[in-house]
């Protein structure tokens, strides 16, 4: 099986984005190719990249039969570039598209470093305006909750914590005085991990999420005071 994985979460100026070829042989899998693109907008350059590694893997646009792409939490504009090529590129080649969170990405390797220490393994995502996005993980690996904090007001469940993600020195640097938060050395975006979890949903293996932004805060646009203006009147002949 051939699978594209993509994640265009990371928001910023130091975000990255990355985009992966991924094979299925048997029960392993093996990454062809691999881009990454970096700043703010990085996610906005899949389609390119995706060109540049389809030529190098030797595939197609109408190749890949499965996309995993990272729904969040995350960048409001990388979301939606990433997740609008996925389904793009699911409509023209026929094939499954399966979201995916960031916490279920790091979901085996976090709760393997929190099981000797008898920690909850927590996700933590940067977020704008000096927030941290916390997301918390089922036994099986999917996704629990996920909830915005603000860096005065951080709130933290009790007992030994085991956080990762790119917010995770964020979180532990404003609650110094918890000594009982660790940090797991994870990557902050692994294409095989991200292939792996959607392969286990398209499977049935946990439960379905549609390939759709996964958006921690209410929407910030409003409707015009005076309402929205009326549809245009078509001239009779």
Known sequence: MRILVMDGAATGAQAQAVIACIVLHGD???VLATRMAEGRGAAEQFPLLATELFAECGWTHGMPELVGVIVGPGSFTGLRASLAFAHGL????????????????????????????????????????ERVFIETLEASGASGTVSAHM??????????????????QWVAGVLPQRHDIHQADLPASDPL???????????????PRA??????????????????RPPPVMATP
């Open 90 to 129: 699911a409509a023209g080649s026929g094939c499954a598209v399966v979201g995916v969170t960031a916490g279920e990405a790091m979901a085996a390797a976090l709760q393997e470093a929190a099981r000797p220490l008898g920690a909850s393994p927590l996700c933590c995502t940067i977020a704008r305006r």
């Open 151 to 168: 860096r005065d007001t951080l709130d933290l469940p009790d007992g030994p914590l085991m956080l990762a993600g790119n917010g995770a």
């Open 193 to 207: 991990a991200i292939a792996t979890v959607a392969l286990r949903r398209l499977r049935g293996e946990l439960p």
């Open 28 to 30: 392993s899998l093996s």
């Open 211 to 228: 390939a759709q932004p996964l958006y921690v805060d209410a929407p910030e646009a409003k409707l015009p005071a005076a309402g929205l």
